[in-house]
């Protein structure tokens, strides 16, 4: 059978933003091709010209949007001097011991971590309408199931279990639906199963490697002195202007609570009492100036813009729409060789395709950089704003 006689199932076309099936490259490039009419039609493109133009999609968008904002904690024990902190190891389990093929097992290396995510176990789906007499003779089935089961309707493992073992037969009436596992892209930008149930969100499992930070935005450095904390001149002041207005006329007002706590910012510039930050999205490295020492150990809060791992990154609109423009840039190309064959009917082969893809292309360009939301939504909101 031909492909242009082939039919996919419509389920493999339910799909949302936020549960898309587009899981690799191979997915995108059938969306791209079918959008430019095959099976149907030959276009003249490379599997390899299209993982490609995807490849720069997905570079241009994550230069530009394509993260997530993340919270990392350090030691200031780790601070290499005249070098920094390298933001990715902590992310990663640097000099952990774990070689790169622990990294994509099936088993976890974060036992226990906040930063795992197991995925849910094994449900049951019921194909056909069940009605409360199915179980009658089961009292504790009739009881847990006294209007029955609806068609589509979701069980957990247990009661699957107890339903089989009443009646065996009952298996026909009901899909399983397993652990989702990771699709990674295999050679030829095809989907394959990487077998991993259970991962870390801090990995690329198609880079095979760990997301790295796009940019530092705040620092906060934290305190060794515990509860003194609570006596911080900040805190003093704000506790003036209280009394100032709750209890009577004395103490700071607002106005002088404002006043020093400006001299206060002032003076943390001016004697660099608070540390300067400079960070190299290449290296890697975040440096600090003045720079910590043996005798000034601290805990960082550094609030950081993390790329995306590919994995979602070609769920994205934006980054099909302009692979598919350079798709039809490259098949223009082409076919732009072939512009003066003459055809059958004493028509010409189209090539208008380059014309289209490069306005297409400076147009999702322009919504990148110029748009109302300039990162299509990923950059941060406006918390102020006068007028």
């Known amino acids: 059978m031909s492909l242009a006689c082939q039919v996919s199932p ?11 099936k587009i899981e690799c490259y191979g997915r995108v490039g059938e969306r791209i091709k079918r959008s430019l ?20 999609a997905i570079e241009y968008f994550s230069k530009y949007a394509g993260y997530t904002k993340e919270i990392i904690v350090f030691d200031s024990d780790i601070y290499e001097h005249n070098k920094g902190i ?13 070689s790169r093929a622990h990294t994509v097992a099936d088993a976890s290396p974060f036992p226990g971590s906040d930063f795992d995510i197991e995925l849910p176990p094994v449900v049951y789906i019921s194909t056909v309408e069940l ?34 073992s009443f009646n065996p037969s009952l298996s026909a009436s009901f899909k399983s639906s397993g652990k989702k596992t990771l699709k990674t892209s295999g050679n030829g930008g095809e989907c394959i199963d990487s077998g991993a149930q259970k991962y870390s969100n801090m990995f690329d499992y198609d880079i095979l490697d760990y997301r790295k930070v796009i ?43 404002y006043t020093m706590k400006e ?26 100036y003045p720079q910590p020492n043996d005798k000034s150990r601290f805990y960082g809060v ?63 360009e322009r919504q990148m950089l110029e748009g109302a939301s ?8 406006i918390m102020f704003a006068i007028g």
Request: charged share 20%; aromatic share 10%; hydrophobic share 35%.
């Open 302 to 364: 550094l609030t950081c813009f993390v790329e995306r791992s590919i994995r979602d990154l070609i769920k994205e609109q934006w980054v099909q729409q302009y692979a598919e423009a350079l798709c039809k840039i490259t098949v223009g190309r082409v076919r732009g060789k072939f512009g003066s064959v003459a055809l059958l009917g004493g028509g010409v082969l189209n090539y208008d395709l380059l014309e289209e893809g490069r306005e297409e292309k400076a147009e999702l």
């Open 263 to 288: 001299f206060m910012d002032t003076r943390e510039k001016m004697l660099a009492t608070r540390q300067d930050l400079m960070f190299d999205p290449r290296t890697q490295y975040l440096t600090m």
């Open 86 to 98: 390298r933001l990715d190891n902590l992310f990663s389990i640097h000099n952990s011991g774990y």
């Open 37 to 56: 009419g095959w099976p149907l039609i030959t276009v003249e493109i490379h599997e390899d010209q299209i993982n490609e133009n995807i490849q720069r």
């Open 215 to 257: 940019d530092v935005t705040e620092f906060e450095e934290g305190s060794s002195t515990g509860i003194n904390t609570l006596f911080s001149i900040e805190h003093t002041l704000a506790q003036q202007t209280f009394h100032s207005y709750a209890m009577g006329n004395f103490g700071f007002d607002l106005t002088s609570w």
């Open 374 to 381: 300039p990162g299509l939504g990923d950059s941060e909101p």
């Open 131 to 164: 009605p409360s007499t199915t179980f009658t003779s089961a009292s504790a089935l009739s009881a847990d199931l006294a209007g029955g089961l609806d068609s589509l309707e979701v069980i957990d493992q247990d009661l699957y279990d107890e339903i089989i």
């Open 10 to 20: 419509i389920s493999a076309f339910t799909s949302t933003n936020l549960n898309n």
